[in-house]
């Protein structure tokens, strides 16, 4: 039962992530984001990682989506004037090439991890659980995780800086 909802959950995550791409429309490409992130909360719930499923429906479904939507209809993105013009061929090589150089590396990547059987830190029971994260966050990547914080300080200062001086 577990393996069809996984299933499900996966094929949604998957063709909604194919139409974020392939959408012309902004308003509706962020709308299948959404559906996306809201299919991967529910991967993590059966993971049983239940910090990180709340974590990807408060910040990345809710607020991120949301900041996504108000930039959006903030821009007035009309739709594309001409949308039978003829493409560029060499913007066209060069995705499908890096798509398929993305592809092997993603199947070397999944086939090792299948060969070799590496497993999660910690009891695979743990995984995503507010202890395993904050022991995670606050002993292996502390340094990482303040480092972070600084460069979110100091952005926040830089674009109160910048909108003060249009201001005056």
């Known amino acids: 039962m577990e ?3 996984f299933s499900g959950l996966a094929l949604v995550a998957a063709v909604s992530a194919i ?3 392939v959408q012309r429309h902004a308003v509706y490409s962020a709308l299948f984001l959404i559906i996306s992130m809201g299919a991967l909360a529910g991967i ?10 709340v974590i990807q429906v408060i910040v990345y479904a809710g607020a ?3 900041l996504f939507l108000f930039v959006i209809m903030l821009l007035d993105i009309r739709h594309e004037q001409d949308p039978w013009a003829a493409p560029d061929r060499g913007r066209i090589l060069v ?18 991890r299948l060969v070799g059987g590496a497993g999660a830190p910690g009891p695979a029971g743990e995984f995503g659980t507010t202890q395993m994260v904050g022991q995670l966050l606050f002993t292996d990547f502390l340094y990482p995780f303040e480092i972070t914080s600084i460069i979110l300080l100091v952005a926040m200062v830089g674009a109160m800086v910048l909108a003060k001086k249009r201001l005056t």
């Open 64 to 66: 991120i989506m949301v």
């Open 44 to 53: 993590y719930i059966l993971l049983q990682a239940h910090f990180v499923w």
């Open 19 to 21: 139409l974020v791409v």
């Open 3 to 5: 393996i069809a909802f």
């Open 95 to 112: 995705a499908v090439l890096l798509s398929t150089v993305l592809l092997v590396e993603l199947g070397m990547a999944v086939g090792t």
